[in-house]
């Protein structure tokens, strides 16, 4: 002010108190017009979508949820509160948002009653809870959605297009499996690893899983050649210097597969191949021979000769007792397996994984529910008790992994596949979840069971008993042993005798090999019966 005075006397007239009001007036309208300018531009652009909603989850993923629906114009949600089981974090605000329990949520009336979505934007929720969650909702009519977890964002962008109806496999999957990295990471090192049936469904998850660990290069063998396609171009995309070579071959050419052994010199086989389908294989029982047992021979033969280290088969609880074509082809499968280990100084260590049905493979009842609800019904069931195991894809392959690296060869390792479900009662609750009402929107009709169709499946025969491993979801199977010599003439001729006998007879001579298996065709039982009555 002194100053002021001295360059210009008329400034010393004017009151200290007036300049300094004049300067934080300055200050408060520059920087006030700025922030009028961007909360309105906020405002005009934020989503003021009319469909009353609510996040389950207060971390990152929860906030991230929030700030893509506010930049969305086009959102259709209006986000009231979050929920969040902490209770320290209870009746707190979060961008300018309630933060309420669900059992409060649950209670609360008035404005709270137009409530019609609930998204799950949260990584470290329990299965269970998850259940919870989707019935009530599904009892209140709420629609459930979820907010994927970053690393499985479309093209890593996070949008509201990012959020999804919830699936099936969301309920039905457990809580996250915790493998051994490191023993498995030893084993895969620098290998060369070849996988058979590669473009199915559990082949191109045990191909995914692989591409984690630091293997040599990933031999992907399938028939099929369009999935085969469909896998590389996939791998292309995800990873841009992935070891990986697609190979078109058919594991029933002996001769193809022994240029993929001589070429490749592969370390490890994984064995997804297989015709998998119940009610095809019991018309065409020549195919199960031909592929389940004929190429899973070739490949364990083929294994032997060229020194592979290990050789893992992926099986199935169809195995178990067989009723079906199908499931009796897989037990063959078993036996010549295990007799393989048990020859003297064998050095190749054979590993067989069993488990039940996997969610949303190709040709299981998701799927064909999925297509049904969206084409308006009915969804068929075949008999209102039908139960299955069932295991998410992920879930089963790396189970896979884990137990490949178990044991020193020869055992049947069973998963833990937890409670058995009524199929009865997944096409209601996935009725439920696409927003519709059973009676009245779509209808459940009951087909009869099909040909070799359990009503429930088994894990394990009752005459074999478990022992425990490391981890709490995997036991091995204590099974009879097997003659190599006794297994290996039997199935030769019964592969020879599939070009030039009947289906029944070839049916019964897979019945000479594993006494257990009982069809439930009425075609085959009819020629079994026959047969004991005249020995």
């Known amino acids: 002010h002194f100053i002021a005075g001295l360059i210009n006397p008329e400034f010393a007239m004017v009151p200290r108190l007036v300049l300094v009001l004049h300067f934080v007036l300055v200050v408060f309208f520059c920087f006030g017009f700025r922030l009028v300018v961007r909360e309105t531009y906020s405002y005009l652009t934020t989503s003021k979508g009319s469909v009353m909603t609510v996040i389950y989850g207060t971390g990152d993923l929860a906030l991230i949820t929030h700030e893509a629906i506010r930049n969305d114009k086009e959102s259709q949600y209006h986000v009231a509160a979050f929920v969040d089981e902490e209770s320290s974090k209870w009746n707190m605000s979060l961008n300018t948002l ?57 093209n890593g962008i996070s949008n509201t297009s990012q959020i999804r109806d919830v699936r099936i496999e969301d309920l039905l999957g457990r809580d996250e499996i915790h493998l051994n990295q490191r023993r498995i990471m ?13 473009a199915g469904s559990i082949g191109s998850e045990i191909v995914r899983q692989l591409l984690r660990f630091p293997v040599r290069q990933i031999i992907m063998l399938d028939q099929a050649e369009s999935a085969l396609y469909d896998l590389q171009q996939e791998i292309i995309l995800r990873h841009d210097d992935a070891p990986f070579k697609p190979v078109l071959a058919d594991i029933t050419n002996q001769r193809m597969m022994r240029k993929v052994f001589e070429t490749y010199k592969p370390h490890i086989v994984f064995n997804a191949a297989a015709y998998k389908h119940v009610p ?74 069993r488990f039940g049905n996997v969610l949303g493979s190709n040709g299981s009842v998701v799927p064909l529910f999925k297509r049904q609800i969206a084409q308006g019904g009915p969804v068929t069931v075949t008999h209102p008790e039908i139960t299955r195991f069932f295991m998410t894809i992920p879930e089963a ?33 996935m009725i439920k979840l696409s927003g519709l ?38 036991m091995i199977a204590n099974v009879k042993t097997c003659d190599f010599n006794d297994i290996n003439r039997q199935i030769l001729g019964l592969h020879e005798s599939a070009y030039n006998e009947s289906e029944e007879l070839i049916v019964a001579r897979m019945k000479e090999l594993i006494p257990e298996f009982n069809p439930q065709n009425e075609r085959y039982r009819r020629l079994l019966v026959a047969r004991e009555l005249s020995v």
């Not at 084993?187 to 590669?198: E, H, P, R």
């Not at 992994?401 to 596949?417: K, P, R, T, Y």
């Not at 929107?441 to 490391?470: F, M, N, Q, W």
């Open 397 to 429: 392959c790396q189970l896979v992994l884990e137990a490949s690296f178990m044991g020193n060869g020869g055992e049947i390792f069973v998963f833990d596949m937890g409670e058995p479900v009524r199929i009865a009662d997944l096409a209601e609750k």
């Open 98 to 154: 309630p933060v309420l329990s669900w059992e409060k949520l649950l209670k609360m009336e008035g404005k709270w009653d137009s409530i019609k979505v609930v998204i799950l934007a949260v990584t470290d929720i329990s299965t269970r809870q998850k259940q919870v969650i989707a019935e009530e909702c599904m009892r209140r009519e709420w629609k459930l959605k979820v907010m994927p977890s970053v690393g499985n964002w479309v």
């Open 280 to 353: 095809m294989m019991e018309e065409s029982p020549y195919e199960a021979v031909r592929v389940n047992i004929g190429g899973t021979k070739i490949l364990a033969d083929l294994s032997v000769e060229f020194g592979v280290e290990k050789f893992v088969m992926v099986s199935t609880d169809k195995a178990v007792n067989p009723t079906n074509v199908m499931g009796a082809s897989k037990r063959i499968c078993e036996l010549y397996i295990q007799s393989l280990s048990q020859l003297p100084e064998m050095k190749t260590a054979f590993v067989t994984t």
């Open 437 to 474: 009402k059973l009676g009245e929107d779509i209808d459940i009709v009951y087909t009869g069971l099909r040909p070799g169709e359990k009503l429930y499946e088994e894990l394990l025969a009752s005459k074999e008993h478990t022992k425990p491993t490391y981890h709490d979801k995997i």
């Open 186 to 198: 030893e084993g895969l090192d620098n290998k060369t690893i070849l996988v058979s049936g590669a």
